[in-house]
Nanobody, 124 residues
């Protein structure tokens, strides 16, 4: 069993930065694919970024060049550094972990464990 706890959300002005953290329990977490998703009010949950156990990273087009996902295996933590934030980035951000590296990264149902989410609000 893996438990995920997000932190680092908050209110920031457009153009600002935030770093989200996803701390995980479980000795096998380092072998999991970990992703960040977000959901704005009235919208579907959408994929933001993911990192495989190998270190390979993937991003949705709208955050490429602004967001960076990384993992610290020693700390069992995955980070999402968000720079040049825009009002349209406002959402609840959740991290998720998948036991399988073969599943499609952008599909929420392919993840086995979820955190509770952290609110990110970007003011214009």
């Amino acid at each position: 069993q893996v438990q995920l706890v997000e932190s680092g959300g908050g209110l920031v002005q457009a153009g600002g930065s935030l770093r989200l953290s996803c701390a995980a329990s479980g000795r096998t977490f380092n072998t999991y694919t970990t992703g960040w998703f977000r959901q704005a009010p009235g919208k579907e949950r959408e994929f933001v970024a993911a990192v495989r156990w190998s270190g390979d990273t993937y991003y949705r087009d709208s955050v490429k060049g602004r967001f960076t996902i990384s993992r610290d295996n020693a700390e069992n933590t995955v980070y999402l550094q968000m720079n040049s934030l825009k009002p349209e980035d406002t959402a609840v951000y959740s991290c998720a972990a998948s036991r399988s590296s073969a599943r499609a990264l952008g599909v929420p149902n392919n993840y086995d464990y979820w955190g509770q989410g952290t609110q990110v609000t970007v003011s214009s």
